[in-house]
């Protein structure tokens, strides 16, 4: 029995429907019907869900499966089947690991205890738990409208703690309301906390039918703690109660130990994420098609476009496929020669069926089945959607058998090796010397019995250009020395960029123009010296202002400052001179003239100062300052040097 292929002639077009004009007005209703039929079903009108599907569309479809088909059957490893979703894209997430992880977490715990559960303040101290956990319903009964402000402080030996609540109250019959803000800081000097929590409950008596109370309740915490024993912690919990109905959101980060983490869990039966729908730049309510994401007990659910970049891992220990979604068949059957029905009823008994298949439904694209006579001979084929069809023109590794291919069967040419990395390793071109491994020495002509040896010495025996042989005690000797008659032989000229010579000594040496930024001399430092000179009439400043650089570890500086008066007459005049740093005074000198001398004569004075300031750049200057009744001028100079190291 043969199938043949039918030559695809493309997608098929409704023609231009006739429009009967003067016929019988029951033929012309038959012809409004059927055409209103064929256009419903061809999609052009009427109901989109009544259109007809197509065979060609139909297999399309076929192509978006074809990866999950490929690994159904593939024995998976750790419980986890991995499906490629495009070439280079698959996905790996460990579902059961992760979720062990949440369910353990400290934040979940605290997330999913019931608000009427006073355990859940169990890791405060004393005095904020014991606030904490009065019961808001009862208070309101008790206190009625009601508004208290406590505020409390505690310093001792053993801890030392402030705590204020603000708590309000409302009660009139059976209706009951009540908020309390609470805030502590605690510490008992190896643990510090800092609480924040707000409470708020509404209750009614006999809401239910067997007359309990009915209550909806919130609670926001906030807490961080510091412990040597528990390390570092910040949480933050929402949780809301409505009866039997719970849901909260929480953060948390951690550091304990130096092991870090941190989550983010939404406790709800309900969770979606649903864009903001604009219409004309206004807000309007959004469509279903909005929802973008959501999720509740009986899965998730997604809308719009899915990307992934990376790895996803699905979990196939306990999958559950309809027919045809799973994985290829490799099988082998008996008989003399091919048989469409054979090779069908092959892959039939091997999903486990019984009896006779009597269609091809069952199966799914690259179901290979080898049908082997007694003589030996075997053909081989593959299902293509359609018919059984010859593999033979493609050769895939999973179709080799050993020893079936032979060296002389191979073009060679243009072959290459690659890596696990794809990097060529061997190619015509030659081989990466990185790659040669347990290469016989013996088997590399032109080394000798150096190829041998284990450890090559160089010179150990050398045969020279001239026939001589060198061993190794006269291997250097033999070569020539750089010598100061011989350098242009091994240094025709030589041009030195930069230079860097740890310790150097030098001898004789002549320096024609040099430039030296620091030069060491004996373990101190040879600089330039620096000075000015500066006059003026009368009480003057800043008559001479040198500015000089000092550095971490300097020497200090050597500062000489002088300055000469000059009268008219036979006045007395008397100056104060002082010399300042940053504008501090650090040194002062009395200067004048004699009365006794005649007009015109001076006096001189000088002082020699030793100052080490701190580094940076330091400005010394010259003061005058009259001091006799009478003024003149006055000349003033000033020299410094050192500064450096």
């Known amino acids: 029995m043969t199938n043949t292929v039918k030559r695809d002639t493309g997608a098929a077009k409704l023609p231009a429907l006739p429009v009967l004009k003067g016929a019988d007005p029951a033929l012309s209703s038959w ?24 065979m060609r569309e139909l297999q399309n479809s076929l192509g978006a499966l074809q990866s999950l088909a490929d690994v159904v059957n593939r024995a998976p490893e750790d419980g986890e089947v991995g499906i490629e979703i495009a070439p280079g894209v698959t996905a790996s997430v460990a579902v059961e690991r ?78 009951n309301a009540g908020f309390r803000q609470t805030t502590a800081s605690w510490t008992d000097g190896s643990r510090a906390m800092a609480i924040n929590v707000l409470q708020l409950t509404s209750s009614l008596g006999n809401y239910y039918q067997d007359g309990t109370e009915g209550r909806a309740s919130l609670e926001q915490s906030m807490s961080t703690l510091a412990s040597y024993a528990d390390g570092l912690r910040a949480q933050y919990t929402m949780k809301l109660q409505a009866g039997g109905a719970m849901a909260g959101i929480g953060l948390a980060a951690e550091d304990v130990n130096g092991k870090i983490t941190s989550a983010f869990i939404i406790s709800a039966a309900q969770f979606a994420i649903v864009p903001p729908n604009y219409n004309g730049g206004v807000l309007s309510v959004p469509r279903p098609q909005d929802l973008v994401f959501g999720t509740d007990a009986d899965g998730i659910y997604m809308q719009q476009n899915v990307y992934l970049k990376g790895n996803m891992r699905i979990d196939g220990s306990t999958r559950s496929l309809r027919d045809g979604l799973r994985g290829s068949l490799q099988l082998a059957a008996s008989g003399e020669a091919w048989s469409d029905t054979t090779a069908r009823q092959a892959v039939w ?54 020893g079936s291919v032979a060296a002389r069967a ?48 160089i010179g150990s025996t050398v045969r020279m250009p001239d026939g001589s042989v060198m061993n190794a005690g006269d291997f250097v000797n033999r070569l020539s020395k750089m010598e100061s008659w011989n350098i242009d032989t091994f240094m025709g000229s030589a041009a030195i960029g930069s230079a860097h010579i740890g310790n150097l000594v030098v001898k004789n040496a002549h320096l024609e123009n ?30 001479v202002v040198l500015k000089m650089e000092s550095v971490a570890g300097g020497t200090g500086f050597i500062v000489n400052f002088g300055a000469k008066t000059s009268k008219s007459g036979w006045q007395t005049l008397d100056y ?70």
């Open 31 to 54: 012809v409004r019907s059927v055409s209103e039929w064929l256009q419903i079903r061809e999609g052009q009108r009427g109901n989109p869900l009544e259109r007809s599907v197509t």
């Open 514 to 543: 040099a430039s030296v930024s620091r030069l060491k001399v004996a373990g101190g430092t040879v600089t330039s010296m620096n000075h000015a000179k500066g006059s003026g009439y009368g009480s003057s400043n800043n008559l």
């Open 576 to 645: 104060v001179v002082t010399l300042l740093l940053d504008g501090v005074v650090i040194e002062t000198m009395n200067i004048g003239n004699w009365n006794d001398r005649p007009n015109g004569d001076n006096k001189y004075g000088s002082v020699c100062v030793f100052v080490n300031p701190g580094p940076g750049d330091r400005v010394f200057s010259i003061n005058a300052t009259v001091t006799s009744a009478n003024s003149g001028y006055i000349d003033a100079w000033m020299a410094i040097t050192g500064g450096m190291r």
């Open 349 to 402: 008994l091997a999903l486990g069926n019984s009896g006779s298949a009597l269609s091809s439904n069952h199966l799914v694209i690259g179901d290979m089945v080898t049908i082997v006579a007694i003589s030996g001979a075997a053909i081989t084929r593959h299902w293509i959607g359609n018919a059984w069809a010859n593999p033979g023109v493609v050769i895939n590794g999973g179709l080799l058998v050993d």
């Open 98 to 175: 992760f979720a062990q992880f949440i369910i353990e977490s400290k934040l979940f715990k605290d997330l999913t205890q019931s608000l009427t559960d006073p355990a859940r303040f169990d890791g405060l101290p004393e005095e904020v738990r014991d606030e904490l956990r009065k019961d808001l319903s009862t208070e309101a009964k008790r206190l009625k409208a009601a508004i208290q402000d406590v505020q409390r402080a505690v310093d001792s030996n053993e801890r030392s703690y402030a705590m204020a609540i603000r708590q309000l109250t409302a009660s009139l019959r059976d209706a």
């Open 410 to 457: 191979i073009n060679t040419n243009g072959l290459t090796v690659r890596d696990n990395a794809g990097n060529i390793i061997l190619s015509s071109g030659g081989m990466d010397a990185a790659w040669l491994r347990n290469l016989m020495a013996s088997q590399v002509g032109g080394l000798g019995s150096l190829a041998t040896q284990n450890h090559a010495l």
